[in-house]
T-cell receptor, first 114, second 114 residues
């Protein structure tokens, strides 16, 4: 069964460093998403991406964050100058075209900022 | 803005007992509704979804949920709980103009007593 793949599963970085979280969405999917879950809290929407541009973003997704689909398969989330409060699980998701379709989530990347 | 309320932070049931997890949502149109399960340190697994049609939805692992528009609810049920069902459960409401964008509840932690 096709699945969304995220790498790495766990990343530790120093405060102030840049990190790139990588995702390989399901191959025929056209819509892509990033979500964040701070430990012990709920899952929060960050950004949606379609047709090579951001279609919607939340208040959390400020100038520190950026997304990119650098080639036909990867979807990345870049966090510039990481802060301690960026420590969280980051989930990538993707879905096919169509209204009544759900997003499929990856297993997540746990980011720890020290 | 859409929102989800899961009134029960923590529920404990005995193995073999029935289960109902509550979910209330706020959304200005016909909602997309989801239930996810998450084991510690793991990703999100979709249990079931509602887009339209039959208001009683069957999912995986023996779970079902019923959409009640008049009560703005989408409660999750299982007739007989197994020890392996112990996990965190999230209800989510999807944006029907951006189907992969969901707003999640705070979650309900399920403990199963032997």
């Amino acid at each position: 069964e096709p699945e969304v793949t995220q790498t790495p599963s766990h990343q530790v970085t120093q405060m102030g460093q840049e990190v790139i979280l990588r995702c390989v969405p399901i191959s025929n999917h056209l819509y892509f998403y990033w979500y964040r879950q701070i430990l012990g809290q709920k899952v929060e929407f960050l950004v949606s991406f379609y047709n090579n541009e951001i279609s919607e973003k939340s208040e959390i997704f400020d100038d520190q964050f950026s997304v990119e689909r650098p080639d036909g398969s990867n979807f990345t989330l870049k966090i510039r100058s990481t802060k301690l409060e960026d420590s969280a699980m980051y989930f990538c998701a993707s879905r096919v075209r169509g209204g009544n379709t759900e997003a499929f989530f990856g297993q997540g990347t746990r980011l720890t900022v020290v | 803005a859409q929102s989800v309320t899961q009134p029960d932070i923590h529920i404990t049931v005995s193995e073999g007992a029935s289960l109902e997890l509550r979910c209330n949502y706020s959304y200005g149109a016909t909602p997309y509704l989801f239930w996810y399960v998450q084991s510690p340190g793991q990703g999100l697994q979709l249990l079931l979804k509602y887009f339209s049609g039959d208001t009683l939805v069957q999912g995986i692992k023996g779970f079902e949920a019923e959409f009640k528009r008049s009560q703005s609810s989408f409660n999750l049920r299982k007739p007989s709980v197994h020890w392996s069902d112990a996990a965190e459960y999230f209800c989510a409401v999807g944006d029907n103009t951006n189907a992969g964008k969901s707003t999640f509840g705070d979650g309900t932690t399920l403990t199963v007593k032997p």
